[in-house]
């Protein structure tokens, strides 16, 4: 049995570059960009007026001009107004262009309008108050955005003013999850009193939809050939199979046996972990890869992200990040295995990550995955852990605060 460490290095060493694709705009959310945007123009493009008022020559302000006669009325999107004389302004709107003779604008609260004169109540007047300098943001052929981010609403937004009506994201790869077991039904069936609803493919194909991936399903009954048969389809249809149930003891866990005689290498099966010991992983001759997961949902759940999500990062070239909790009571685990214990999270006054444990009822509870955050990463090689103590979470809600 291997540590988790190892399991991660074995895993991670399969990451792989699934390519680049276009996609619209529009569809972009959640994606990774795969190549720097870059302004197409300056950003803002022109002096952009902050603030509703008049626009000046300063230098007729700092002579002492208090009056200026109302020249022209600009709104935003109008072509900039001319102006030549000292005393003329332009009642100008945010987001207009400002005209190229004046360089200074006064709001409307420090005017006086009369009779199309507008007069300064104000000497507090500085040359270039009240605009957004052209080019101050980015300027034209600069990175708006990097390779490798994440694409969300904000950089939407930003790659819609430079024009990208489409964008070059990282290419996904195609995942089926499947479900093994006899005593599963689906989920709009009666159960009789000795099945279950299959939920775990649900689950997984939920947690991959957070990654931008729509996951085929499928289900396999805990029939040799029948799981030979369907798993030698997968393998030729998909870049990645993720498994759940039929790889333990069991004298129906059929899986890792059939997963070899269809010459799927094992790279390990079973790791040092609670949930998620009899893990399995291994590659097909053609690079397909096999998470064959446990079957207890809290340890298809864990594993998912203890054991998938930093490989399905590396692939797309997200950095695989930390982040740290500190226990908020002791806590007691003996065996001799890395325990992923279900907390819940809060922040105290000091900004500090608080895991509350949850234990639940062991691997097959998975009603207590409602209540907890995150998996709080507690290493192998010690039994007693104290409040206070800060370790790795595995998060798995989307929002911790
Ligand atoms: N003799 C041993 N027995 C078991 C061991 C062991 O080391 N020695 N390990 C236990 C651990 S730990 C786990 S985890 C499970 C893993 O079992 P399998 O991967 O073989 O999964 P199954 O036997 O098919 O199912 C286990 C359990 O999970 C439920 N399940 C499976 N799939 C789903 C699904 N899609 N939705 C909901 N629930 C599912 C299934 O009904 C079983 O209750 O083995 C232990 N046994
Ligand atoms: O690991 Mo099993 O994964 O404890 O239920
Ligand atoms: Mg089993």
């Known amino acids: 049995m291997i ?37 197409d123009r300056d950003l803002p493009p022109f002096n952009r ?17 208090r009056s200026f006669r109302i020249q022209a009325t600009q709104a935003a999107g109008d072509k900039p107004a ?19 003779m004046l360089d200074t604008v006064v709001r409307y609260e420090d005017l006086e309008i009369k009779d199309g004169v507008a007069t300064v109540l104000t000497d507090a007047v500085k040359q270039g108050q009240n605009l957004h300098q052209q080019g ?26 430079v024009g990208a009506t489409a964008l070059r994201v990282k290419t996904l790869p195609k995942v089926v999850v499947i479900s093994t077991g006899d005593e599963l039904v689906e989920v709009q069936e009666a159960p009789l009193p000795y099945q279950i609803r ?3 493919s649900y689950t997984i194909q939920a947690a991959l939809q957070q990654y931008g991936i729509q996951a085929a399903q499928l289900h396999i009954p805990d029939d040799k050939e029948s799981i030979k048969h369907q798993l030698a389809g ?40 609670r949930p998620g010991k009899p893990f399995w992983f291994g590659k097909h001759a053609n690079g397909v890869l096999v ?47 890395q325990y992923f214990l279900q907390v819940s999270i809060s922040i105290n006054t000091n900004g500090q990550l608080v895991a509350t444990p949850l234990v639940g009822n062991g691997s097959g509870d998975f009603a207590n995955l409602v209540e907890a955050d995150a998996f709080l990463e507690l290493p192998a090689e010690k039994r007693n852990f104290k409040q206070g103590e800060v370790y790795r979470i595995w998060p798995f809600k989307p929002v911790l605060y």
């Open 3 to 39: 540590k988790v460490v190892e399991a991660e290095a074995i895993i991670q060493a399969q990451a792989r570059n699934y390519g680049v694709e276009v996609v619209p705009l529009e569809q972009a959310l959640g994606r990774v960009l795969a190549v720097e945007l870059t302004a």
């Open 49 to 65: 007026v902050a603030m509703d008022g008049i626009a000046i020559k300063y230098d007729a302000f700092e002579s002492g001009t």
């Open 82 to 100: 001319e102006v030549f004389a000292a005393d003329a302004c332009v009642e100008i709107m945010t987001g207009a262009a400002l005209p190229s």
């Open 136 to 161: 101050k943001d980015k300027k034209v052929g600069e990175v708006v955005a990097p390779a490798n981010k994440l694409i969300d609403a904000a950089l939407i937004g930003v790659a819609a003013s």
């Open 198 to 200: 299959r939920s775990n």
């Open 234 to 273: 997968c393998l030729q249809a998909y870049d990645v199979l993720l498994l759940s149930g039929g790889i333990s003891m069991g004298k129906y866990d059929f899986v890792p046996q059939v997963l070899e005689e269809l010459q799927v290498s094992k790279l390990f099966h079973k790791v040092q972990q």
């Open 291 to 337: 998470f064959a997961l446990p079957g207890n949902p809290v340890s298809t759940f864990m594993c998912f992200h203890r054991n998938f999500v930093p490989w399905l990062k590396a692939s797309i070239g997200l950095p695989v990040t930390q982040a740290f909790a500190a226990l908020s009571t002791d806590f007691a685990f003996e065996p001799d295995l």
